[in-house]
Protein backbone atom coordinates (compact mmCIF):
# COMPACT_ATOMS: atom_id res chain seq x y z
CA UNK A 1 0.00 0.00 0.00
CA UNK A 2 0.82 3.52 -0.91
CA UNK A 3 0.10 6.90 0.77
CA UNK A 4 0.94 10.16 -0.80
CA UNK A 5 0.52 13.30 1.39
CA UNK A 6 0.65 16.71 -0.63
CA UNK A 7 1.93 20.45 0.57
CA UNK A 8 2.97 23.80 -0.13
CA UNK A 9 -0.16 24.86 -1.76
CA UNK A 10 -1.79 28.42 -0.98
CA UNK A 11 -1.89 32.10 -2.43
CA UNK A 12 0.63 33.42 -4.61
CA UNK A 13 0.64 36.10 -6.60
CA UNK A 14 1.09 36.39 -10.71
CA UNK A 15 4.60 36.65 -11.26
CA UNK A 16 5.22 34.31 -7.91
CA UNK A 17 6.62 30.91 -7.53
CA UNK A 18 5.79 27.99 -4.96
CA UNK A 19 7.59 24.43 -4.41
CA UNK A 20 4.68 22.05 -3.88
CA UNK A 21 5.82 18.40 -1.78
CA UNK A 22 4.38 15.03 -1.90
CA UNK A 23 5.26 12.52 0.94
CA UNK A 24 5.22 9.08 0.10
CA UNK A 25 5.01 6.22 2.31
CA UNK A 26 4.71 2.51 1.72
CA UNK A 27 5.96 0.67 -1.04
CA UNK A 28 8.55 1.86 -3.24
CA UNK A 29 7.14 3.89 -6.45
CA UNK A 30 8.25 3.38 -9.68
CA UNK A 31 6.94 6.63 -11.63
CA UNK A 32 4.98 9.58 -10.25
CA UNK A 33 3.01 12.56 -11.34
CA UNK A 34 1.73 15.83 -10.36
CA UNK A 35 -1.38 16.53 -11.91
CA UNK A 36 -4.67 19.67 -11.44
CA UNK A 37 -7.61 20.28 -12.04
CA UNK A 38 -9.67 23.34 -11.37
CA UNK A 39 -12.83 24.07 -11.45
CA UNK A 40 -14.93 23.11 -14.09
CA UNK A 41 -12.20 21.80 -16.16
CA UNK A 42 -10.53 18.51 -16.74
CA UNK A 43 -7.98 16.90 -14.77
CA UNK A 44 -4.87 17.51 -16.95
CA UNK A 45 -0.65 16.18 -16.60
CA UNK A 46 1.29 18.55 -15.23
CA UNK A 47 4.82 16.56 -14.91
CA UNK A 48 5.82 13.35 -14.51
CA UNK A 49 9.26 11.44 -13.45
CA UNK A 50 10.40 8.30 -13.36
CA UNK A 51 13.76 6.32 -13.05
CA UNK A 52 15.69 5.38 -16.21
CA UNK A 53 18.90 4.38 -17.43
CA UNK A 54 20.10 5.23 -14.06
CA UNK A 55 18.70 8.88 -13.63
CA UNK A 56 15.35 10.34 -13.47
CA UNK A 57 13.36 11.11 -16.77
CA UNK A 58 11.01 13.82 -17.10
CA UNK A 59 8.16 14.87 -18.76
CA UNK A 60 6.31 17.98 -18.97
CA UNK A 61 2.46 19.21 -20.24
CA UNK A 62 2.78 21.42 -22.90
CA UNK A 63 1.50 24.40 -20.73
CA UNK A 64 3.90 24.32 -17.68
CA UNK A 65 7.18 23.72 -19.50
CA UNK A 66 10.38 26.13 -18.65
CA UNK A 67 8.39 27.10 -15.65
CA UNK A 68 7.57 24.36 -14.10
CA UNK A 69 10.14 21.65 -12.63
CA UNK A 70 9.85 18.45 -11.15
CA UNK A 71 12.37 16.67 -8.91
CA UNK A 72 12.68 14.22 -6.03
CA UNK A 73 14.58 13.57 -3.16
CA UNK A 74 17.18 10.65 -3.37
CA UNK A 75 15.91 8.06 -1.53
CA UNK A 76 12.85 8.91 -3.73
CA UNK A 77 10.15 9.22 -0.67
CA UNK A 78 9.64 12.87 -1.31
CA UNK A 79 8.40 14.65 -5.32
CA UNK A 80 8.83 18.35 -5.51
CA UNK A 81 6.82 20.81 -8.31
CA UNK A 82 8.69 24.12 -8.62
CA UNK A 83 6.51 26.14 -9.93
CA UNK A 84 7.67 29.63 -11.53
CA UNK A 85 6.48 32.65 -13.01
CA UNK A 86 2.54 31.77 -11.78
CA UNK A 87 -0.64 32.57 -13.81
CA UNK A 88 -3.64 32.98 -12.71
CA UNK A 89 -4.48 30.37 -15.43
CA UNK A 90 -2.62 28.14 -12.95
CA UNK A 91 -5.16 28.12 -10.42
CA UNK A 92 -6.35 24.60 -9.33
CA UNK A 93 -6.39 21.63 -7.06
CA UNK A 94 -2.62 19.96 -7.42
CA UNK A 95 -2.33 16.42 -6.82
CA UNK A 96 0.66 13.68 -6.48
CA UNK A 97 -0.04 10.26 -8.07
CA UNK A 98 2.34 7.18 -8.13
CA UNK A 99 2.50 3.76 -10.00
CA UNK A 100 3.84 2.39 -12.44
CA UNK A 101 4.16 3.20 -16.72
CA UNK A 102 3.55 6.10 -18.37
CA UNK A 103 3.07 8.72 -16.25
CA UNK A 104 0.20 10.58 -17.89
CA UNK A 105 -1.99 7.22 -17.15
CA UNK A 106 -0.92 7.23 -13.08
CA UNK A 107 -4.44 5.72 -11.64
CA UNK A 108 -3.29 3.89 -8.31
CA UNK A 109 -1.89 5.83 -5.61
CA UNK A 110 -3.26 9.51 -5.36
CA UNK A 111 -2.89 12.02 -2.81
CA UNK A 112 -5.86 14.50 -1.55
CA UNK A 113 -4.81 17.55 -3.52
CA UNK A 114 -3.29 20.88 -2.40
CA UNK A 115 -4.41 24.23 -3.29
CA UNK A 116 -2.32 26.84 -5.15
CA UNK A 117 -4.68 30.28 -5.78
CA UNK A 118 -2.58 32.54 -8.02
CA UNK A 119 -4.50 35.79 -7.51
Known amino acids: HVQLVESGGGLVQPGGSRRLSCEVSGNSIVTMGWFRQAPGEEREGVAGIWAARGRNQTNYGDSVKSRFIVSQDNDKRTMYLQMDSLKPENTAMYYC?????????????WGQGTQVTVS
Open 97 to 109: AAGSGWWLLLDKY
